[in-house]
Each structure stands twice: as C-alpha cells, then as structure tokens.
C-alpha cells in the first residue's frame, strides 16, 4: 500500500538551531510532494510543493525541500528556525498515476524555545 | 487563503444522533475531500469527490455518507454519531490538475458524548 513516513514525531530545538524533518513515501510511479504546516488551532497551510524539475524547492518563511528520488524522500529544512515555527508539519503524496488522492504523514510537532 | 467555509465549526452531540457537516468553497474546484485529524494518526482520507454525485470512499469511511449536489459543496453526514468520531474534521479542495494542490478549511471540532 502507498504511504508516507514522517520519522521524527517531536522535535524540540532552540531559537536559531538549524531544522531537518524527515519524510519518506513508498514507491508508487511519478509522484507530487508537499509539505505543509499547521499552526496551533489552524488549519493546514501549505508550506511549499514539488512536481518536477529542480528537485531543491523553496517555499514561504524560509523552508525549503529537497527531492532524492532514489532515496523516496523529501526532506523539509530551515536552516535558523525562530519560535514562531512552532507547528505541526505533515508531509503528503499525490500519486499521479491514480486518483487525485493524497497520502499524508503523521505529522511532526516541533517546538522552538525563544 | 482558498474560498473554503466549513459549517459549523463547532459541534457537540449525543451518541446515536445524526450530524451533518457542511463544506462551501468559491474556487470552482473539481476535488473536494474530508478528512479527520485525530493525535497520532495524521489526516485521514474519509471520502472525496471528483464531480457534482461522483464520490468515492477513502480509508476511514465506515459510519460516514457524503454528497455533492453542487460543485461548490460537499456535506458529510454521520448517520448516528459514535463517540468514537469525535475529531476534528477539515474539508479540502483541489483543482484536478497536472499541479493539483489541496487547499483546507478552518475546520470543525465535533464532540460526541
């Protein structure tokens, strides 16, 4: 069955520490990836997407991605977080050969303490 | 933010009753799903649609019917409410195209006593 892996479930760093959030999918043919991010009491916003090309992606408030296909992964990084980052992360698949249906991971919780 | 409303955006009912959550969007959108969000389990897909009465069931879909009469709403109806399905419900949406992305609702917190 098609899945995603989010290995870090809590992740606690200090102000300015560099941040890298695992995410794995099993394969599945062609594939589109997101990360998205959900503030306390919010709904899911997304954070920044990948359908091809540069497999390096930038997305808002300074997150960016990277695509290893031959690893089936896409691995979400901020290089100097800011307390304001607290959130839960997900990360999600669309399959492109099937249905437009989305697998999402189980979500990572950070927290930055100031 | 994507013209998404869900109604209401907070509910609390008895066991054995039926609920019936609303999702309105205004960006013409051809995909619209509903998810639950419960600790521990990420979103999971209960059914999505992909045109006005064509449904399909996701991976949680025992104990819940959706429809679409129009392409701008998609209800999900509990037929008689388990405690069991108290969650936080969000309606997405997505376009159906080659850069397909879903876009979510505010979300609504369901308690079932």
């Known amino acids: 069955a098609q899945s995603v892996s989010q290995h870090n479930h809590h992740v606690i760093l200090s102000e300015a520490a560099s941040l890298e959030l695992g995410c794995n999918y099993s394969?599945?043919?062609?594939?589109?990836l997101f990360w998205y991010v959900q503030y306390p009491g919010q709904h899911l916003q997304l954070l920044l997407k990948?359908?091809?090309?540069?497999?390096l992606v930038k997305g808002i408030k300074g997150f960016e991605a990277e695509f290893i296909k031959s690893k089936f992964s896409f691995n979400l990084r901020k290089p100097s977080v800011q307390w304001s980052d607290t959130a839960e992360y997900f990360c999600?698949?669309?399959?492109?050969?099937?249905?437009?249906?989305?697998?999402f991971g189980t979500g990572t919780r950070l927290k930055v303490l100031a | 933010d994507a013209g998404i409303t869900q109604s209401p955006r907070h509910k609390v009912t008895e066991t054995g009753t039926p609920v019936t959550l609303r999702c309105h969007q205004t960006?013409?959108?051809?995909?619209m799903y509903w998810y639950r969000q419960d600790p521990g389990h990420g979103l999971r897909l209960i059914h999505y649609?992909?045109?006005?009465?064509?449904?399909d069931k996701g991976e949680v879909s025992d104990g819940y019917s959706v429809s679409r009469s129009k392409t701008e709403d998609f209800l999900l109806t509990l037929e008689s409410a388990t405690s069991s399905q108290t969650s936080v419900y969000f309606c997405?949406?997505?376009?159906?195209?080659?850069?397909?992305?879903?876009?979510f609702g505010p979300g609504t917190r369901l308690t079932v006593l």
């Open positions: 960006e013409n959108h051809r995909y």
């Open positions: 394969y599945g043919g062609t594939v589109n």
């Open positions: 999600a698949v669309m399959y492109t050969s099937g249905t437009y249906k989305y697998i």
């Open positions: 997405a949406i997505s376009s159906g195209s080659g850069t397909d992305t879903q876009y």
């Open positions: 990948y359908f091809s090309g540069d497999p």
């Open positions: 649609s992909y045109g006005v009465k064509d449904t």
